[in-house]
């Protein structure tokens, strides 16, 4: 069975568009409404399909982060997906959402060929 796979971009810089379809030279919060629409577009029907809640504590996990390309894990919740996944300064997130799994690549000044794939994994502990 071949799987369906939904593909996501959210981005820290500017996606407002003028009434011409040009970039808009002044922003009207895009990035609140963007956050809006990835969580209930594919963040949503991604947890109905874990069984899991806003407030589930999980484990976000990549092999390859940063210009090191290093590996690293942090204990999150969905509610705070991104802002544990976004950097300070300018970033792009690619999520890709087969049905069943979610995966996502960031993109950076550090990171300009993307990180390994975010991973995220039901957890029992919490940091925050
Ligand atoms: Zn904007």
């Known amino acids: 069975m071949k799987k369906e796979i939904t593909e996501w971009k959210l981005t820290?810089?500017?996606v407002c568009i003028d009434?011409?379809?040009e970039p808009s030279e002044s922003c009207y919060d895009?990035?609140?409404?963007?956050?809006?629409?990835f969580k209930s577009e594919m963040l949503m029907p991604y947890l109905a399909v874990k069984g899991w809640e806003m407030d589930t504590p999980i484990k976000v996990?990549?092999?390859?982060?940063?210009?090191?390309g290093v590996s690293g894990y942090a204990y999150t919740t969905p509610e705070k997906l991104i802002e544990?996944?976004?950097?300070?300064?300018?970033w792009t997130l690619r999520f890709e959402f087969d049905g069943h799994d979610l995966t996502a690549i960031r993109y950076s000044h550090d990171e300009p060929m993307g990180t390994g794939k975010f991973e995220f994994e039901l957890?029992?502990?919490?940091d925050d």
């Open 12 to 14: 820290s810089q500017c």
């Open 19 to 21: 009434d011409n379809d």
């Open 30 to 37: 895009c990035y609140v409404d963007e956050l809006d629409l």
């Open 61 to 68: 996990t990549n092999s390859r982060l940063g210009w090191r």
């Open 84 to 90: 544990k996944l976004a950097l300070d300064g300018e």
């Open 123 to 126: 957890s029992d502990e919490i």
